[in-house]
């Protein structure tokens, strides 16, 4: 039978925020390739809420995509959908526990769609979450279709959770497990269940793919690759899968060089950026996962104000599993304090535009969670991070970014003794000045941080370490 296509490629991301846009900008990379046709698989609700937050990267007449990206969108019985719990003991948010389960739901879909593609392609190829391998186990009955695992989380934190968990095979450099947070109060044990069911089904994959750079993480990629944790398994670096041709951090004029043919209008808070002088503002922003309580953000709020910087500030509740069900909490700020600081700092309470905002020449350092999204967003920007981790991988990622990499400076000395207590004003008015403003410390940690940042926007052109990683993926699979 005469195909189109050679390769099919199917990317089945885990159903949430962090996880779907990774693979979504994976997707968009693969697809650039000729001759390639990529399937991006998921539930209804989770699709559409992938290709809403996107901003502006699928738009089908952009001359930098050959090929559109087929979105697969299976329904799946519904599930609760509860509202978040700022108050909650661990910041896991065990509320979207529900909807990871309903992801069980798509193993039917996939092996159908699977096994019509494997009918009509030379070769199929599934790239699927670490999260979904229970999803996509049945690829071993078709014989030309071949797996590969995707991690969403750094090369450090997967190393250390690989080699704790068989039992540390080899001796590793006692820097790297210095004062390292545990795993306690980070995961709930639902989570901790769910992920340990994932991983018997991984074994028949290919290989590994992770949304690092050898530049960031060349260390603990070397690590990854010793046995007994490769298990022969052919491993590829090629993130950051955000889109970064899309700016330049060193424009004269304080526009970015963003085709604006498809942000009709852009975003206030970047109207508002590009009204400022560089490197003077911090963004907030604590992803799609955490909800902070009410006094917590009074401090944050007094913080903030004491510390005389300005700031944009992504200001939103944790997603629902289904975020377009009922309402979100409108987070309250303190009386009157919107207008005490309306000529300092903007509020973000819809959707904010991360990539563009790190990418923007006004914006000195980005108080984060630390989830390896908003990491290497900001890494490739040549931003510092204020690192403030909640919950999951983020303390692990907090001290890869602030003890190996030294691009940023962590809010918690010690993130097990304090991750239960509201972290005080004056705390984080110290760290604001101390990244931002004229001292040893800042000076040298924004010096690291723009470094980096070259570093890893040289890595993905042509001939740069990541763009070959890629290319030998390309390679690999087209073979």
Request: glycine share 4%; net charge positive.
């Amino acid at each position: 039978m005469a195909t189109k296509y050679e390769v099919v490629v199917v990317v089945v991301p885990f159903p949430a925020q962090g996880h779907l846009n990774q693979l979504l900008h994976f997707s968009s990379l693969i697809s650039s390739y000729k001759n390639i046709q990529v399937h991006y698989v998921s539930t209804k609700i989770h699709t559409r809420q992938a290709k809403i937050r996107a901003h502006g990267l699928l738009n089908p007449s952009s001359s930098s995509n050959n090929n559109i990206i087929h979105f697969h969108e299976f329904s799946t019985p519904s599930f609760p959908s509860p509202p978040p719990n700022p108050n909650s003991n661990i910041k896991f948010p065990s509320h979207l526990q529900p909807s990871f389960e309903s992801s069980y739901h798509l193993r039917s879909p996939v092996a159908s769609l699977l096994r019509s593609l494997s009918s009509i392609a030379r070769r199929v190829v599934v790239v699927h979450d670490s999260l979904m391998a229970y999803v996509v186990q049945d690829f071993t009955s078709l014989p030309n279709v071949e797996s590969y695992n995707f991690h969403s989380v750094s090369a450090f934190t997967i190393f250390l959770f690989l080699w704790e968990s068989m039992g540390k095979p080899f001796p590793i450099e006692a820097e790297i497990l210095d004062n390292l947070p545990s795993l306690e109060g980070c995961f709930t044990s639902e989570f901790m269940d769910f992920m340990a069911s994932q991983r018997k089904y991984s074994k028949s994959d290919s290989g590994n793919i992770y949304n690092t750079s050898r530049v960031i993480e060349g260390k603990f990629m070397n690590l990854l690759e010793k046995e007994p944790i490769k298990r022969n398994k052919t491993q590829w670096a090629i993130g950051p899968f955000n889109p970064m041709k899309i700016i330049s951090k060193t424009s004269t004029n304080n526009n970015l060089s963003i085709d604006h043919h498809h942000h009709h209008h852009r975003h206030k808070c970047l109207l508002w950026l590009d009204k400022q002088s560089p490197k003077s503002a911090i963004f907030i922003s604590f992803g799609t996962t955490t909800s902070l309580k009410d006094e917590q953000i009074e401090e944050l709020c007094i913080g903030l104000e004491k510390s005389g910087i300005k700031f944009v500030w992504a200001l939103r509740d944790a997603d629902k599993g289904d975020i377009f069900s009922g309402e979100m909490r409108k987070i309250e700020l303190p009386k009157g304090y919107e207008e005490r600081i309306k000529n300092k700092g903007i509020i973000v309470r819809d959707w904010a535009p991360q990539l563009e905002i790190l990418g923007h020449l006004s914006i000195g350092a980005f108080m984060s969670h630390c989830g390896w999204n908003s990491c290497m967003e900001s890494l490739s920007m040549g931003v510092p991070i204020i690192a403030w981790p909640m919950h999951s991988d983020q303390p692990r990622n907090s001290i890869l970014i602030t003890k190996f990499l030294k691009v940023g400076i962590n809010i918690f000395n010690n993130w097990e003794r304090s991750r239960n207590e509201v972290v005080k004003s004056n705390i984080i008015e110290h760290v604001i000045v101390t990244i931002m403003l004229n001292n040893i410390e800042g000076n040298e940690i924004r010096r690291r941080a723009a470094e980096l940042g070259v570093a890893v926007r040289r890595s993905v052109v042509e001939g740069g370490v990541t763009r070959k990683e890629l290319d030998s993926f390309i390679a690999h699979i087209t073979r």
